[in-house]
């Protein structure tokens, strides 16, 4: 089910969606304006959404402000030729499919369009029809090319540090951190309380490892009966205890050439810390009941919600393990520490449950007095507790709005002002206001929206509002992403 982008808007009480997609649009280029009239008609009957440009610099323009689902492009025309428009059309968007329109005489120019890229060609007099079937087939190609590229972004985000939100300053170390070690096989111990996303570190250290190709293998060391531990982290021979039918691997072997999360280390019992450690120490192992030893290469990372140390200290936890382990530690703060990343976690959450939900039961914005119950509770399950009571939440909610009153009662009381407060905050109040300070380019792109918001995507009153040039400020749009909805 497609779903809006929710986005945070500074200046309403709400996050507000983006607009829903329009008819199919084509861009169409000729210099002869009789011919551009003449076709405009025909192909809005068509169920087209047309856009004429009149030279190859107007269509560039317009490219780079719009996305169009296929171009239609006269090959003669004036200033650019058709040719080198065709060029550029590709350079800045390269799944757009173009048509081409020729003379007979030009054929061979049509042919080497087509091998520069080209969709398809037609001779004038155009058979429209046959046209319009090749538009319907052109942009059902770009569909399918966008939802790849789409889908393959989306894997390459999902723990490529795209799908950990935070833009808070202890998360900003984070991701440093995560950086730094993506590149290495140190041992990484990921320490944090229950929900503050260690295994979703664990996996975006993975993911952006040269490891990333081979096995991400996660064993749950609080999960296991003791008795099991042993067979489980390093498999057993065919006939090593009873009901040993056959040879299993170990999760040790399983994760040979990648990495191996040992979650809830801190849960270990001392006998199976003991053989933790001599596989770390010689990385190598022998599976139980065997005698064979056996190599692995395999980057470790480990998590627990304990402190380690204070474990150690008590001798609950091997000191000589914990070195071997903590060689590189990552702390992941509690979300009461990081406020400021409520309301983008709140946006991406809804995002995501809005896709799995019919449209009309889909959440649009979340009401100010929501947000600030969802900014004042402490948390103590973190960031998988917000998860969960946004989850819940939404199906509370009836008019596309979640408000205040639909979330669980624990989270209305730790609003301090109750129920009555739902007044829109201004932007400067919500500065005055900011835990956090975001960056002056944060502000900009803002200032950009709100801009356009306030003069309905008129352009030269929305520059003129903010007291720079139309040129500036189509530059700016470009360089934030502003050029085309959804933002
Ligand atoms: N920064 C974040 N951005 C987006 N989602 C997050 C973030 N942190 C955690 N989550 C989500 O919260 C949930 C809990 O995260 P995860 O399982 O990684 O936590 P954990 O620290 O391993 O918790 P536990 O100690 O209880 O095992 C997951 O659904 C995860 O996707
Ligand atoms: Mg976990």
């Known amino acids: 089910m497609a779903s809006h982008p929710v986005s945070i808007s500074p200046e309403s009480d709400v996050l507000t969606a983006a607009q829903e997609p329009l ?35 107007e269509a560039l323009q317009l490219l780079s402000l719009t996305r169009f689902d296929a171009a239609i492009l006269d090959l003669n025309m004036p200033l650019i030729s058709g040719q080198e428009t ?50 319907r087939n052109a942009s059902r190609v770009r569909l399918l090319e966008d939802e790849v590229q789409r889908l393959r972004s989306a894997l390459q985000q999902r723990y490529g540090f795209g799908d950990i939100i935070g833009r808070s300053g202890p998360m900003r170390d984070v991701f440093d951190a995560v950086r730094r070690v993506a590149e290495t ?57 009873t009901g040993a039918i056959a040879r299993r691997l170990g999760r040790f072997e399983q994760a040979n050439g990648g990495t191996l999360f040992l979650d809830e280390i801190g849960e270990m019992s001392p006998a199976t810390q003991v053989k933790i450690l001599r596989v770390l120490q010689e990385r190598r192992f022998e599976r139980v009941g065997g005698t064979r030893s056996v190599e692995v290469d395999v980057r470790i990372i480990s998590a627990t919600n304990k402190d380690l140390e204070e474990e150690v200290r008590e001798g609950r936890f091997r000191q000589d393990l914990y070195y071997r382990i903590c060689v590189y530690p990552i702390h992941l703060p509690p979300l009461r520490e990081r406020q400021g990343d409520i309301p983008i976690l709140v946006g991406h959450f809804i995002q995501r449950f809005n896709e799995k939900m019919p449209r009309h039961r889909q959440i649009r914005s979340v009401a100010h007095d929501a947000m600030r119950a969802l900014e004042a509770y402490d948390w103590p399950g973190n960031v998988r507790e917000l998860e969960n009571v946004l989850e819940r939440s939404m199906l509370n909610a009836d008019d596309g709005v979640l408000r205040l009153h639909n979330l669980p009662p624990h989270l209305q009381r730790a609003f301090p002002e109750g129920r009555n407060s739902g007044a829109a905050i201004s932007w400067k109040q919500a500065l005055a206001h900011a835990t956090e300070i975001p960056t002056l380019e944060e502000i900009e792109r803002e200032a950009l929206k709100l801009a356009l918001k306030l003069t309905k995507n008129n352009v030269t009153a929305a520059a003129s509002r903010l007291g720079i040039g139309r040129t500036t400020f189509y530059r700016k749009m470009r360089r934030y992403g502003l050029t085309d909805s959804p933002q």
């Open 86 to 135: 065709l060029e550029r059309l590709r350079r800045l968007d390269p799944t757009l499919p173009v048509i081409i329109l020729t003379a007979v005489a030009d054929l061979e120019t049509a042919v080497s369009c087509m091998q520069m890229g080209a969709y398809d060609y037609f001779t004038k007099p155009v058979d429209w029809q046959r046209l319009q079937l090749a538009l």
């Open 23 to 57: 008819l199919p649009r084509v861009l169409l280029i000729d210099d002869e304006r009789d011919f551009t009239a003449l076709a405009e008609d025909i192909l809005t009957q068509g169920g087209w959404q047309v856009t004429r440009a009149h030279s190859g610099y």
């Open 185 to 241: 096989d140190v041992t990484v111990l990921l320490q944090g309380e229950s929900g503050t996303g260690k295994e979703l570190v664990a996996r975006a250290i993975h993911a952006s490892s040269k490891r990333r190709n081979k096995p991400f293998v996660a064993v749950n060391c609080a999960a296991i009966p003791e008795t099991l531990l042993e067979s489980e982290l390093f498999g057993h021979e065919k006939g090593a205890f």
